[in-house]
């Protein structure tokens, strides 16, 4: 059982707990989760099952798509509506003025990490120092947004905003909508969150647990997407005896691949007719073995 499973988490539950529930259900040890979504939240959570496990450092690289609701005027110490409230304003904001506001959050900018976070600080997580009140001194990471749309505004005495979000990995939704609340000098949580998207994974095509719990239940697998076809990576050839080579991790030279060529530290997916061999990495104008599948 080897493939990604475009999942549609449920809220209420963890990332861990949702690898909990597959590895039973599907009766292998080998799952993992790309991405973490928090408990709150729902949406796309990508899962690789058995060999796929070994190239999910390369599905967790690529860009997601949120629907994210703010609300305004309310503070809270996790960012999001689980937290505890921290202070209230009373916003005297209108549509005009989160339209002038979006794009000074757009393209690269610098993200603080919430200090309730998976972010690990000396061997623990961030949400463990929160919890005992400890506040740890955190670096600002540099994100892409790729564009922020205001769908929807709602006036009121806290009023709230519905955006549709495009960033790299690694932004904090929940953040974002705090730093705008900032800067509109009023304050805000993330009251709301759904991940549309994650890389290439729709939340269109996404299973809920209960399908895949019927599909197990009749041994049918077809909720599996093949790994060859989550990779956006170039792709090469090797002929039968190149293709043995690269399974006991040999090189092959640059004039016995087929396909694009590509410079020193390139990744590539690397096939023997239609079959995924594995990843390779292009060093000194040979094709190094990186993750052998087969």
């Given at each position: 059982?080897?493939?990604?499973?475009?999942?549609?988490?449920?809220?209420?539950?963890?990332?861990?707990?949702?690898?909990?529930?597959?590895?039973?259900?599907?009766?292998?040890?080998?799952v993992g989760h790309i991405g973490t979504l928090?408990?709150?939240?729902?949406?796309?959570?990508?899962?690789?099952?058995?060999?796929?496990?070994?190239?999910?450092?390369?599905l967790s690289q690529q860009g997601k798509f949120y629907r994210a609701e703010i609300t305004f005027g309310i503070t809270t110490d996790t960012q999001d509506?689980?937290?505890?409230?921290?202070?209230?304003?009373?916003?005297?904001?209108?549509?005009?003025d989160i339209l002038k506001t979006i794009p000074c959050f757009t393209g690269l900018v610098q993200q603080l990490p919430p200090m309730y976070s998976a972010v690990?600080?000396?061997?623990?997580?961030?949400?463990?120092?929160?919890?005992?009140?400890?506040?740890?001194?955190r670096v600002s990471r540099t994100i892409n947004i790729s564009f922020i749309k205001l769908l929807?505004?709602?006036?009121g005495e806290y009023p709230q905003a519905v955006l549709d979000i495009e960033c790299s990995k690694g932004t904090y939704i929940r953040t974002l909508c705090h730093d705008l609340g900032e800067s509109l000098g009023c304050g805000a949580?993330?009251?709301?969150?759904?991940?549309?998207?994650?890389?290439?994974?729709?939340?269109?095509?996404?299973?809920t647990l209960e399908e895949?719990?019927?599909f197990s239940e009749k041994d049918d697998t077809s909720f599996l997407i093949p790994i060859k076809h989550c990779l956006a990576l170039p792709k090469v050839c090797l002929l039968s005896n190149r293709a043995r080579a690269f399974c006991n991790g040999l090189p092959t030279r640059a004039d016995e691949v087929?396909?694009?060529?590509?410079?020193?530290?390139?990744?590539?997916?690397?096939?023997?007719?239609?079959?995924?061999?594995?990843?390779?990495?292009?060093?000194?104008?040979?094709?190094?073995?990186h993750k052998v599948l087969r």
């Open positions: 059982m080897n493939g990604v499973i475009n999942l549609l988490k449920p809220p209420g539950m963890t990332s861990s707990d949702v690898v909990v529930w597959l590895k039973k259900r599907l009766h292998t040890a080998k928090d408990p709150g939240v729902t949406g796309v959570l990508p899962i690789c099952v058995g060999k796929a496990t070994r190239i999910a450092e390369y509506s689980y937290g505890k409230v921290l202070k209230t304003t009373q916003p005297y904001i209108k549509k005009d690990r600080h000396k061997g623990k997580h961030l949400y463990e120092y929160a919890r005992q009140g400890v506040e740890i001194e929807h505004w709602l006036d949580f993330m009251s709301y969150l759904l991940r549309l998207r994650s890389g290439p994974f729709g939340i269109q095509e996404s299973w895949i719990e019927q087929v396909g694009p060529l590509g410079n020193d530290g390139i990744s590539v997916q690397v096939f023997e007719n239609e079959i995924l061999l594995g990843i390779g990495i292009w060093r000194e104008n040979s094709l190094y073995p």
